[in-house]
Nanobody
Framework: QVQLVESGGGLVQAGGSLRLSCVASRSIFSISAMGWYRQAPGNQREPVASFTNSGIINYAASVKGRFTITRDNARNTVYLQMNGLKPEDTAVYYC??????????WGQGTQVTVSS
């Protein structure tokens, strides 16, 4: 199993920025895909951003142009830079990783709250 630990959530005013971090317990070279989902109260978990080791990066339409996913292989860390935050971005953000060996793993989640 790949253990994932997120951090960086918090309370921010609309228009502000946050950077989420997700540290993996194993080298992300061995992980075929990583990314972020989010879940707002009463809603289903939805994809936010992801990348694959083949270089494919995807963003949800609602965050494209505002959020950026990056990776630091040396630190086994994936980041989600969130700019221009809106109240509708309020949710618990979950990091995930997909590995051929360990399947899909999830972090514990980090709360992001955007006030209007």
């Amino acid at each position: 199993q790949v253990q994932l630990v997120e951090s960086g959530g918090g309370l921010v005013q609309a228009g502000g920025s946050l950077r989420l971090s997700c540290v993996a317990s194993r080298s992300i070279f061995s992980i075929s895909a990583m990314g972020w989902y989010r879940q707002a109260p009463g809603n289903q978990r939805e994809p936010v951003a992801s990348f694959t080791n083949s270089g494919i990066i995807n963003y949800a339409a609602s965050v494209k142009g505002r959020f950026t996913i990056t990776r630091d292989n040396a630190r086994n860390t994936v980041y989600l830079q969130m700019n221009g935050l809106k109240p509708e971005d309020t949710a618990v953000y979950y990091c995930y990783a997909v590995s051929g060996t360990y399947g899909r793993s999830w972090g514990q989640g980090t709360q992001v709250t955007v006030s209007s």
